[in-house]
């Protein structure tokens, strides 16, 4: 059963919230980190990204960096930017984007879950990117990005989390740049904390639905520093109802030397392909796909019998589409490579895939993956394929910080 604990998080100071608050550090480029620090000092980017406030052309691997990240996280506290709460607490944290909300619960998952596969994994992680993130938190002594996790539906902490938000008001209350509501509860009642405990031994697993590295890194730092509060990472977990994954559609560069009748000969093979008047919404069907050839668009319709793989990662709809049609006709054999392909998450129109197409591509709308395929691969100890999952909105940083000593 899955453990989840209370921390005495580290906080922006009332009413610095929207300016200490910052978009996570992988979703941010270097010119946009060091915008965001000359702009606004104090912003948590200082940290996550402290490269942006040393001089250009720095390494963003020196020793330099690291150093700087504790250096500015220690001047935040310091400056009263960030505020430390007096006892352990959990947190109900809302993300509300075009009326529609999310919400769960902040706290610290285990180190022992994590090894022992209570905490369950769809991806492989990557040993530079895992090498960065351990300097980082060993350095900082501190978890500053949130691992994103979820669970099946449990009415028990959904009727807390609802009895919290309608309690009291937000300690927390704004909109970011991106049009996302941001609100926090802070969960300081001694029955509540124990409440939430309880239900969540009671629950068999926690997925990570995003930040595989930061878990993974959080883990290898821990036997580093072997603190008491080392042996937890920081979370936020919401329930799988909760959560809204969209898709991650593909586009290829060029039709592998075939007209666009003979590709459409060849997707017939597997799919069913009929016209589309007009410019197409998204996918809504398990095995069904829109494709932009030419200038036009057709809906596949995978036939029955083609989804043939030995295990839920290999029947998923990205899985298929990349098994019938990028590698043998669009000659795409290793698509995390091969640079003819690029993967397009999130909310994207049928407009913006055509612009990134142009005259000589390929474009593929897919179905987004539920939470539940995502969970159905972890269980067999399976990997999704690449660029299969994008939540939607993205877990802000700086909310909450979590210190290891």
């Not at 019938?324 to 690029?342: Q, Y």
């Amino acid at each position: 059963m899955a453990a989840l604990h209370p921390f005495k998080a580290l906080r922006p100071a009332v009413g610095e919230e929207k300016s200490v608050a910052c978009m996570p550090y992988d979703v941010v480029s270097g010119g946009e980190a060091r915008a965001i620090c000359e702009e606004t000092p104090y912003s948590f980017m200082s940290v996550i990204r402290s490269e942006a406030t040393l001089d250009k052309g720095v390494d963003e691997y020196s020793d330099a960096v690291y150093a700087r990240a504790y250096e500015n996280l220690t001047n935040l506290e310091k400056e009263h930017h960030l505020v430390r709460d007096e006892k352990p607490c959990f947190y109900v944290y809302a993300e509300t984007l075009d009326s529609r909300t999310q919400t769960g619960i902040v706290g610290c998952a285990s180190v022992e879950d994590y090894v022992n596969n209570v905490i369950k994994k769809h991806e492989f992680t990557r040993a530079e990117k895992e090498a960065d993130r351990i300097r980082h938190i060993s350095t900082t002594r501190a978890n500053t990005g949130l691992v994103f996790l979820t669970h099946k539906r449990n009415d028990a902490l959904k009727a807390i989390i609802e009895k919290t938000t309608s309690a009291k008001a937000p300690v927390c209350d704004f909109t970011n740049a991106l049009n996302v509501r941001q609100q926090v509860w802070v969960v300081d009642n001694d029955e509540d904390i124990a409440a939430i405990t309880e239900i969540y031994a009671t629950i068999p697993a926690l997925y990570i639905a995003d930040g595989h590295h930061r878990a993974a890194s959080s883990v290898k730092a821990a036997i580093a520093l072997n603190t008491e509060e080392s042996k937890h990472f920081m979370c936020a977990v919401f329930a799988e109802d909760e959560l809204l994954v969209m898709p991650y559609n593909r586009v290829i560069t060029d039709k592998n030397s075939l007209t666009g009748d003979e590709l459409l000969m060849a997707l017939e093979h597997d799919f069913e392909v009929s016209p589309i008047e007009g410019r197409p919404c998204d996918p809504t069907q398990k095995g069904e796909f829109n494709v932009y050839v030419e200038s036009k668009w057709y809906k596949l319709k995978l036939y029955d019998g083609r989804r043939t793989g030995e295990n839920a990662s290999q029947n998923t709809d990205a899985a298929v589409l990349q098994r019938v049609a990028l590698a043998p006709i669009l000659g795409i054999l290793e698509p995390t490579k091969d640079k003819r392909i690029s993967f397009i998450g999130g909310g994207n129109t049928a407009e913006a895939l055509e612009n990134a197409a142009g005259a000589e591509g390929v474009a593929f709308m897919l179905c987004p993956v539920t939470v539940g395929e995502v969970m159905d691969v972890a269980d067999e100890d399976g990997v999704m394929p690449p660029k299969s999952t994008w939540f939607e909105p993205k877990l802000m940083s700086g909310l909450f910080v979590h210190t290891l000593d």
